[in-house]
């Protein structure tokens, strides 16, 4: 194994060990829906900066875009990619939404799991970056897993995501945990579309493909 895959390796392995902290029992208060919710020693280090998180969250927003306006909609990439920007859309709008619905307070903010609708301001349900990340790679996953199964190694990063997320106190486990689910869903969602949303209400101009115009 050369030093790339060896340091891929080691990445899983620390994402893996990681994600077992976020069901990990509390000595103290521990609560939610799920009754798994507790705060996790904050942790702003090695790959868990927040900087880190930004990064993939604007990585991922730029490739979805980029990959789309590139490749339209013609071809089997491009098709999934256009299904991807169509399921990052519904995410984030099902995000906010339910942000505001339920108004439930960060871990940074309080020791207590159970405190939701506190109203303006507290929008720890569901984590919008673990929305975006799940929403964004599903697509993919579904298209091409069974013909390259390296391909599943993409949930890679909205596990990533959900951890460092917890680690940083910005949400608890639940709110990670729902975030990956229902961005799952609304991925499978857009993947099942005979044709994209976006496609359909956006100028052929766009949709047709930059690549072909050069």
Known sequence: MNEEGRGA????CAIALAAAQLVAAAP??????????????????????RRNQLLLQDATA????A??????????????FWQSLDSVVLGSVTAEGMKYAFSRTRPSESDNPNRWFQGHGNKSFPSGEVM?????VTPFVLEYGRDHPAVWA????????AV????????????????FAIGTAIGAYAHSRSSSLSVGVLPRGLTVGWKKSF
């Open 9 to 12: 390796r080691r990445l899983g």
């Open 28 to 49: 103290a208060v521990a609560g939610g829906p799920f009754g798994i919710d507790h705060r996790l020693n904050y942790d702003d280090s090695g790959i868990w900066k």
């Open 164 to 179: 460092a997320r917890v680690k940083a106190r910005s949400h608890w486990q639940s709110d990670v945990l729902a975030s």
């Open 67 to 80: 990959g789309a306006l590139w490749e339209g909609s013609d071809s089997r990439l491009g098709a999934t």
């Open 154 to 161: 993409l949930e890679l990063l909205p596990l990533y995501d």
């Open 132 to 136: 975006l990340v799940t929403t964004a």
């Open 62 to 65: 730029l490739v979805v875009v």
